[in-house]
């Protein structure tokens, strides 16, 4: 083989191939998605078994093949077992990572995305901002990152900035109120939209330094259920077992 490569990032999925293999979706900052095979990563004595879960954060030493990447080393720098000790944690963590597989692009550079998804994993790991709220400003700042996010900084229909007071979901963000007595949609208050803003625009490092009414949040609930479910045509199965446990 040639030289090896070195690439930053974060296991998304694992799958057993053969008796002792494993095939690996890894986010990266600088090619994006890939494909990674650790030979021999099952083995129980192998120094790759833990490096090759998901969750696992760190340094990629690989072999690019034509297809597809081998590993010859891994340095996690966290492993967020923390997650895994708690169920309701570790079931939003795994849409998390769903949701970054949805939309990483294979061998594009991801360096924002990773490190939403790695600012976000912490954030969940931490009692100050809820689940439910880290788990809609995840998905709205992803929509961002992808291009597929609503307008909520002006109305979709006569483009004014002013009196914003309905969201519009088949419009795909804000109306006036004017607009909005024409076409319906859902009522924002000033806070929302104004929460819907800052999850937008904010830093990275302030993304999840706020906190925000239960009426705000379920308002926010409502506009990203909507909103993702006509724009998106996958159904994700971490999310279906998180609905059901929080039921």
């Given at each position: 083989?040639?030289?090896?490569?070195?690439?930053?990032?974060?296991?998304?999925?694992?799958?057993?191939?053969?008796?002792?293999?494993?095939?690996?979706?890894?986010?990266?900052?600088?090619?994006?998605?890939?494909?990674?095979?650790?030979?021999?990563?099952?083995?129980?004595?192998?120094?790759?078994?833990?490096?090759?879960?998901?969750?696992?954060?760190?340094?990629?030493?690989?072999?690019?093949?034509?297809?597809?990447?081998?590993?010859?080393?891994?340095t996690v720098k966290n492993y967020f077992r923390e997650l895994t000790e708690d169920i309701e944690r570790a079931y939003y963590g795994f849409?998390?990572?769903?949701?970054?597989?949805?939309?990483?692009?294979?061998?594009?550079?991801?360096?924002?995305?990773?490190?939403?998804?790695?600012?976000?994993l912490r954030a969940l790991m931490k009692p100050a901002v809820e689940n439910p709220l880290i788990r809609r400003v995840y998905e709205l700042?992803?929509?961002?990152?992808?291009?597929?996010?609503?307008?909520?900084?002006?109305?979709?229909?006569?483009?004014?900035?002013?009196?914003?007071?309905?969201?519009?979901?088949?419009?795909?963000?804000?109306?006036?109120?004017?607009?909005?007595?024409?076409?319906?949609?859902?009522?924002?208050?000033?806070?929302?939209?104004?929460?819907?803003?800052?999850?937008?625009?904010?830093?990275?490092?302030?993304?999840?330094?706020?906190?925000?009414?239960?009426?705000?949040?379920?308002?926010?609930?409502?506009?990203?259920?909507?909103?993702?479910?006509?724009?998106?045509?996958?159904?994700?199965?971490?999310?279906?077992?998180?609905?059901?446990?929080?039921?």
């Open positions: 083989m040639g030289q090896t490569i070195l690439l930053n990032g974060m296991v998304l999925s694992a799958m057993p191939i053969g008796d002792y293999d494993k095939r690996l979706v890894v986010l990266t900052r600088e090619r994006g998605k890939i494909t990674v095979f650790a030979r021999g990563a099952r083995r129980p004595n192998s120094s790759l078994l833990a490096a090759t879960n998901p969750f696992a954060f760190g340094e990629f030493e690989l072999f690019e093949g034509k297809t597809a990447y081998n590993v010859c080393k891994i849409y998390f990572l769903e949701l970054a597989d949805y939309y990483a692009v294979e061998n594009v550079e991801a360096k924002d995305m990773c490190n939403l998804l790695y600012i976000s700042r992803m929509l961002v990152l992808a291009g597929e996010y609503p307008d909520v900084f002006g109305c979709v229909s006569c483009h004014t900035k002013e009196d914003l007071g309905f969201f519009h979901v088949k419009r795909g963000g804000m109306l006036c109120r004017a607009c909005g007595a024409l076409y319906g949609g859902i009522p924002v208050d000033a806070s929302t939209l104004y929460t819907l803003q800052y999850i937008m625009t904010s830093p990275l490092e302030k993304l999840y330094s706020f906190q925000v009414t239960k009426e705000v949040l379920s308002c926010l609930e409502w506009i990203m259920n909507e909103y993702m479910s006509r724009y998106i045509d996958r159904i994700f199965h971490s999310l279906e077992l998180l609905d059901m446990l929080l039921q």
